[in-house]
């Protein structure tokens, strides 16, 4: 397995006293698999992706990915948040270069390979633009050029499009999608969208709200590649109403 996640519970301690926001998580992620969590606001889902990256201590439970068991910063990873976080000084190409800078990698070889990621997301011609002079989906495209410089084996996007608009989100889960089947890697992706974590996914993990728990794994057995007019098949409606079922049944949706 390359993540595993055992029993594993997160307590921050507050002036307010103790906040208990992820309750007894066990996960487990295959290599190259696309997983999305989707939950209510709350329930810990960026707690967990910060457990993930080591970037916050967990209270109790084990995490190794890839073998190693995280204690530390856990480096070989990307995250793409839903704020894109560029430097608005520097051009897309220096945001996306970055990477290679504060890892001090090999420049010359990695400004081929941000050249060739940001020709991939599209926005070749637009290299030495500033963030100011782009939408906010070519943004967060940069963005995620960023997070994949260094070709790390595991993806963290925390939802990475939660603030585009429809049409842009669309695009970006079918270009997504399309550079993860050429450039396989494991990506773990947190959304509000059902309907998003349905397309996206071989898997959807469906939380609790706090303390967050997992309520329900769903695989979703749709045939790749996905297409967006998948999303009015019978069997999508599905797995979006299961899914919808399983809100409702933990009170998270009500008629009333
Ligand atoms: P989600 O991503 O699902 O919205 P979060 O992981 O951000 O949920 O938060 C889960 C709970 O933990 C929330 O109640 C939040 O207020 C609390 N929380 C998150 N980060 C901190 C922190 N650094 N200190 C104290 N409480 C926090």
Not at 173 to 200: C, G, K, M, Y
Request: hydrophobic share 40%; charged share 25%.
């Amino acid at each position: 397995m390359f993540i595993t996640i055992e029993k594993v519970s997160k307590t921050y301690e507050t002036r307010n006293g103790p906040i208990r926001a992820l309750d007894t998580v066990d996960l487990e992620i295959r290599e190259n698999e696309f997983v999305s969590i989707v939950g209510p606001s709350g329930c810990g889902k960026s707690t967990l992706m910060m457990l993930l990256a080591g970037l916050v201590p967990r209270s109790t439970g084990s995490i190794t990915i890839g073998g190693k068991r995280v204690e530390a910063p856990y480096t070989d990873i990307g995250i793409v948040f839903q704020q894109d976080v560029l430097l608005e000084w520097r051009s897309i190409l220096q945001n996306v270069m970055i990477q290679a800078e504060l890892r001090r990698l090999d420049r010359k070889k990695l400004e081929a390979r941000a050249r060739h990621l940001v020709e991939l997301v599209g926005l070749k011609g637009f290299e030495g633009m500033y963030p100011h002079e782009l939408s906010g989906g070519m943004r967060q495209r940069a963005s995620i050029c960023r997070a994949l410089l260094h070709s790390p084996p595991l993806l963290l996007m925390d939802e990475p499009f939660g603030a585009l608009d429809a049409l842009t989100r669309d695009q970006l889960n079918i270009d997504l999608l399309r550079f993860w089947q050429q450039s396989p890697t494991t990506v773990l992706f947190i959304t509000h969208s059902v309907s998003e974590a349905v397309f996206l996914s071989d898997r959807v993990v469906i939380m609790s709200p706090r303390p967050g728990r997992i309520e329900e794994i769903v695989d979703i057995e749709l045939p790749r590649p996905r297409r967006i007019a998948m999303r009015e098949t019978p069997r999508f409606l599905d797995y979006s109403r299961r899914i919808g079922r399983v809100f409702e049944s933990i009170g998270i949706l009500r008629e009333e």
